[in-house]
Structures are given as structure tokens and as C-alpha cells.
């Protein structure tokens, strides 16, 4: 591979100071208004503790999916399947996959003919028994290519070619979203790069190859991705050519993706407006392989940097109607490519070596659509009833025993967990004003809430319905969410009763 992707000029941007405001650990998270389809979720989180890092609770993939149904995806490797604490982020956090290595042609066709597609059906496994999607990455790249590729006469390439994306993206028709069909085809300057496609067939190894991948799986989006194109300069000037030029050819081209490997504080200040241009062609835009890296050690103001880095580039996606969504390249600062290939630097993603969010997971929640409130409340919003009684509007019939069930998950990483509950009113009445009491698991301390009020923070505890979510007619659901600190117990919480009547699991 090449030694220095990714380089570029920078966004002009304000070094952090400690003028900022509050720093992100003190600040109190609220969803905006969101789809009502969200489960983990839709409106209204309320904290109820400003302490402690891991208080950013929601969902970046439930999030840019109310974004006009955007996503939110990561990277996975094969061997990060193996990784509790990783999966555990993963699954909370987003709902699109892109293979790290394992769709790659050294991968899956290691010599001419032969074929693997063991590792790739793996992640594509584990991404559809987790409701994500699959972004396919690459069919054609000069990197990561097998030696019998580039050592074949130039003759067979192009036969070597379509038959590898043909057998590739049949094995994996209607189950990527997407594929990267080339990868990084420019140089800096917006020359081709000389690999032993463009060699054999000149420029028009693009268009042969995209129309091989479309013949095979015509209901997958299909990309050309690179790195260094997110600004307006030579290498996306050449990207955006190749783009009008395929398309007055009538080639199936769905996308560019724009990598997005940045340096610190060097997003460009043009990037909505360059993803906007090749928008207006007509394709789509996603930002695929996201991160921001810093040399080490990073500072609080590093920290503070990258978190207005992360927000941009999400906005500017938000500011792009074709922009389906934004991947990062690896769930944690440790299984980011950077530290391996850039000596010194690291630090690049949202989550940290322990997979706690960083002030840029922060960012990244409030620019899809939360909002930053302080100082934390001290009382429950007047809106949400008292929480120390049953609303006085509940019927009576409401705490008769048998008229609630209750289904929850928990997703737990090394000492945070995030707990979905959902309930359901079993009786024939409509409730009207809930609260939910239940125990929670020793060492549990909750630091955050949607779609409820909730006090105490540990121990026995009361879930009060908000405003909006209060009536739950027979036979109808309402789900409610935190995010707690943990000691090592996980478990589920206990004794869930509704109104004083116990409820059944279920
Ligand atoms: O370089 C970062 C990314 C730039 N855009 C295309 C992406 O596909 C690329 O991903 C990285 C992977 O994250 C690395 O994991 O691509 C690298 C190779 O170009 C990957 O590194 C390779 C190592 O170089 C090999 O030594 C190793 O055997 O990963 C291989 C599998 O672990």
C-alpha cells in the first residue's frame, strides 16, 4: 500500500481553548424529536447525573436513521468479532458494516480461480444477526491484490477481473448495501494510478468494472471510493471528472465515497460543498472510512479539536440531501489502522482504547440531532408527573396485578451497559400515567434516561413516563432506556412492577 495516504490541507479551524464551554462530561444529553420507528430511541432523554464519562447514551446508527433515514456505520475485522467489550459498542452504537479486510482480493480469490469467502460471510453473518447492513469493500484495488494478479500478462487481466467481481458479487448478491467496485484509483495529483488494471486497460478498467458488478447484483449501490478527495483540489477535481464522464456513458455508477482518513484539525472547509458537486450529478455521497488522528499523547484540547472535526464532518453530510450516511474506519482508538502506519499517531476514533466515548461520540450525537443542556437538572421536568406517586389521572384498575409485562436488553461493554425496556399494558384498560418501579443490579448507577424520568440513579428505582409517552393503550407497548455505570454485575434489572401491580417478563 501507498506509505502517505492521507495528507491534506486543512478546514480553517479554531484551535480548542479553555474558553469552550462546558467540558463534555458535564453536559446533559437530549435527543431531538426522532423517528417514531427509533427503539433505542426517539425523544426526550433526561439525565439524571452529570458525573462520570460514559454519560453520552444513545445510538449514532438510531440517530442518523430519524436523519432521513442515514446511517451510522463501522469498520469489523474478523478477529474483532471475538471481542466482547467492541461488540458490545458495535451493537449499540451502529447499523452498517464495512468488511476491514475481509472482502478484499487477497482474501477472497488468494489464487486465480480459488475462492474464500469464509471471512466475509462471517462479518456479513454478524451484521445481519445485529439489523445492520453491509457496505461491500473492494472488488478493485491495487493494494491488498494477490501476486498472481499483478504478474499475469496484461492480456488476462481483464478477464481476471470480471470473472473475481463476477464470483464476488454473486456470492454476496442482496446482501450488501453497497460496493466499493474500485478503491483509490488516483494519485495526489489526479493521475491514475499505474496498478496492473489501468496497465492492461487503461481508464477503461472503471467502467468494465462496474458494469461486471452491476450484471451481477444490479440492486447494489456501486461506489468508487477514495481518500484525499473530501476537498476541492486536483485528486476529487479528477474524481468528479471520471464521475460526469462515466455517467454521459450511461455506466451503472451509484456513489463516491469519500474515505476520510483526516489529520487533526484539517477537515476541509469545502467538504460539504465538494461532496454537494458530485450530489448534483446525481450520485450518492457517503463518508466511509472516518477518522481523526492525533499525535500522542492527545490532550484535552486535542480531544476537544477532533470533537469539532467528528461534528463537521457529520454536518456536512446532514447538509447534503444525497449523503446517505457516515462510516468509521474501526469502533475504538484500538482498532484503528493509524498507530500501525503512522508512527506516534493514534487516538483517531470516537470511542478510546476501552471503548468509552470520547468527547467526539459527544459531538457526533448532538450533530445528529441531540442538544447540549446545562446545568443538569435538579428536579424532574415539570412536564413529566411526580415521581414519588402514581399520577393522579391513573385509573384505579391500572394497579391491578396481571396488567403489565415487561421485555428488556442490555448491552453491556467493560463498565457500562445501555438498557432498553419496553412495556406492555396486558390489561383492557388504558393506562394513563405510568411509573415503573424496578431494582436494578448492585454496583449499577444509571447516568442517563430517555423516554423517562428516572430516580434514583441505583438500587430501587422509579421510571416516570414524560409528557408524551404516558398513555399505553390495551395491548400497546412504550419503551424507555438508560445508560449506567457498571461494577462487573450486567444483570438485568428486577421486581418490575407498574403503577404497584407486578408485571411479567415477556
Ligand atoms: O489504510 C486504511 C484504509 C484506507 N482505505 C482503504 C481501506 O481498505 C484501508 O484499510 C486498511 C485496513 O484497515 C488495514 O487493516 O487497509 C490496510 C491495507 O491496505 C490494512 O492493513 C493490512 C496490513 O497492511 C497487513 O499487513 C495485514 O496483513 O491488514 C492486513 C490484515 O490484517
Not at 329 to 351: E, I, N
Not at 439 to 468: D, E, K, R
Amino acid at each position: 500500500m501507498r506509505s502517505d495516504p492521507h495528507a491534506r490541507p486543512g478546514r480553517t479551524t479554531t484551535p480548542a481553548t479553555a474558553a469552550e464551554p462546558l467540558p463534555w462530561h458535564s453536559r446533559r444529553l437530549t435527543a431531538a424529536a426522532g423517528a417514531v420507528t427509533a427503539v433505542v430511541l426517539a425523544a426526550g432523554a433526561t439525565l439524571l447525573s452529570a458525573a462520570g464519562p460514559a454519560n453520552a447514551a444513545t445510538s449514532l446508527g438510531s440517530l442518523a436513521a430519524a436523519q432521513g433515514g442515514r446511517y451510522f456505520g463501522t469498520a469489523l475485522t474478523q478477529s474483532n468479532l471475538s471481542n466482547s467489550a467492541l461488540t458490545a459498542v458495535a451493537n449499540a452504537q451502529f447499523n452498517m458494516v464495512t468488511p476491514g479486510n475481509e472482502m478484499k482480493w487477497d482474501t477472497t480469490e488468494p489464487s486465480n480461480g480459488s475462492y474464500n469467502f469464509g471471512p466475509g460471510d462471517q462479518i456479513v453473518s454478524y451484521a445481519q444477526a445485529h439489523g445492520m447492513k453491509v457496505r461491500g469493500h473492494n472488488l478493485v484495488w491495487q493494494s491488498q491484490l494477490p501476486s498472481w494478479v499483478s504478474s499475469l500478462p496484461s492480456t488476462q487481466v481483464q478477464a481476471a477481473m470480471e470473472a473475481h467481481i463476477t464470483t464476488e458479487v454473486t456470492h454476496y448478491k442482496g446482501e450488501v448495501y453497497s460496493w466499493d467496485v474500485v478503491n483509490e484509483p488516483f494519485n495526489g495529483d489526479g493521475s491514475y494510478v499505474s496498478d496492473a488494471f489501468y496497465n492492461a486497460m487503461g481508464v477503461g478498467y472503471i467502467a468494465d468494472a462496474l458494469r461486471t458488478a452491476h450484471a451481477a447484483d444490479p440492486n447494489a449501490k456501486l461506489y468508487l471510493n477514495d481518500y484525499n478527495i473530501e476537498g476541492e483540489n486536483a485528486k476529487s477535481n479528477a474524481m468528479y471528472s471520471l464521475a460526469q464522464s462515466l455517467l454521459s456513458q450511461g455506466v451503472p455508477l451509484n456513489g463516491i465515497g469519500f474515505e476520510s482518513h483526516f489529520i487533526l484539525g484539517q477537515v476541509p472547509s469545502d467538504m460539504q460543498a465538494n461532496m454537494q458537486r458530485f450530489a448534483s450529478l446525481g450520485l450518492d455521497v457517503a463518508v466511509t472510512e472516518l477518522d481523526d488522528r492525533i499525535t500522542l499523547p492527545a490532550t484535552s484540547a486535542n480531544l476537544q479539536q477532533q470533537a469539532t472535526d467528528f461534528a463537521n464532518v457529520v454536518k456536512d453530510c446532514l447538509g447534503v440531501t444525497r449523503c446517505v450516511g457516515v462510516s468509521q474506519w474501526g469502533v475504538g482508538d484500538a482498532d484503528s489502522w493509524v498507530p500501525g502506519t503512522f508512527s506516534g499517531q493514534g487516538a483517531a476514533t470516537m470511542f478510546d482504547q476501552n471503548y468509552q466515548p470520547k468527547p467526539a461520540y459527544t459531538a457526533v450525537v448532538n450533530a445528529l440531532g441531540g442538544t447540549s443542556v446545562t446545568p443538569p437538572p435538579t428536579t424532574p421536568p415539570s412536564s413529566a408527573p411526580p415521581s414519588s406517586a402514581p399520577p393522579s389521572s391513573a385509573p384505579p384498575t391500572s394497579g391491578a396485578a396481571g396488567t403489565c409485562s415487561v421485555s428488556d436488553v442490555v448491552s453491556a461493554w467493560n463498565t457500562g451497559l445501555t438498557e432498553q425496556i419496553t412495556v406492555k399494558n396486558t390489561g383492557t384498560s388504558t393506562i394513563n400515567g405510568w411509573k415503573l418501579t424496578f431494582t436494578l443490579a448492585s454496583g449499577q448507577t444509571i447516568t442517563n434516561a430517555w423516554n423517562a424520568t428516572i430516580s434514583p440513579s441505583s438500587g430501587s428505582v422509579s421510571a416516570a413516563n414524560l409528557s408524551y409517552n404516558g398513555t399505553i393503550a390495551p395491548g400497546a407497548t412504550t419503551s424507555f432506556g438508560f445508560q449506567a455505570n457498571h461494577t462487573g454485575n450486567t444483570a438485568a434489572p428486577t421486581n418490575f412492577a407498574l403503577n404497584g401491580a407486578s408485571c411479567t417478563s415477556g
